[in-house]
């Protein structure tokens, strides 16, 4: 069965995310949310800056792991967040951590939401069409 279409409009989301099982889980649960959601994604938030500062992708929203190597999710949010191009793009945190200290930190660095990467497919779904219908 597929998923209510809800966008009047295409949209795009960048995914930053050095799981690539995850990132196929969150593709595949895009994909059926709305067929005019173009997901483009990278294993890494360095490469994400430098994608979006050579204007390579142009996101509606962008969903950022907490924890990655090389440079981690709050370390990303605070250069989005601080940048004059990309601040106004609002940013969800997607990890695996439920420790409410990286909720309300999160938050109060200007994150958008934060979603706990859940374990099923339909709750992934549910969770991300909640963060796109509510914004």
Known sequence: MRAHTFLLREMTILLIDDDLDDIDFFVEAIAEIDANIEC?????AIEAL??????GV???????????????????????????????????LYSTSKREEDVEQAKMMGAH??????NKFTLLKKEISSVLMNS
Request: aromatic share 6%.
């Open 58 to 92: 142009k996101p509606d929203y962008i969903f950022l792991d907490l924890n990655m190597p090389k440079m981690d999710g709050k370390q990303c949010l605070k250069l989005l967040k601080n940048s004059p191009v990309l601040h106004h793009i609002p940013v969800v």
């Open 113 to 118: 939401s934060f979603i706990v990467k859940p």
């Open 40 to 44: 483009v994604s990278v294993l890494n």
């Open 50 to 55: 430098k994608l979006l500062d050579a204007g």
